[in-house]
């Protein structure tokens, strides 16, 4: 996949986990995001060979609250 395309992607991705932690957290999209785009998840999320991508959305946002726990385990894709 080409730079362009993933970046593409991991934007329709962070906009639907956002939408998911909101949910789980009873945040607002404003702390979801800077909470979410500052943590290791999204960091592994920003490159496109951990393939953290495959995850799906709520998936993510569990791994998100994991990582906030202190928890974090990412599953083989």
Known sequence: MNDRSY???????????????????????????????????YSYLEKEETKVWKYSSLMLAQLFNEERAGNLILPEV
Do not use: C, H, P
């Not at 945040?27 to 800077?34: I, L, P, R, S, V």
């Open 7 to 41: 970046e593409t992607l991991l934007y329709g991705i962070t906009a639907n986990v956002v939408a998911k932690i909101m949910e789980l957290n009873d945040w607002t999209e404003d702390k979801a995001m800077e909470r979410f785009t500052q943590s290791k998840l």
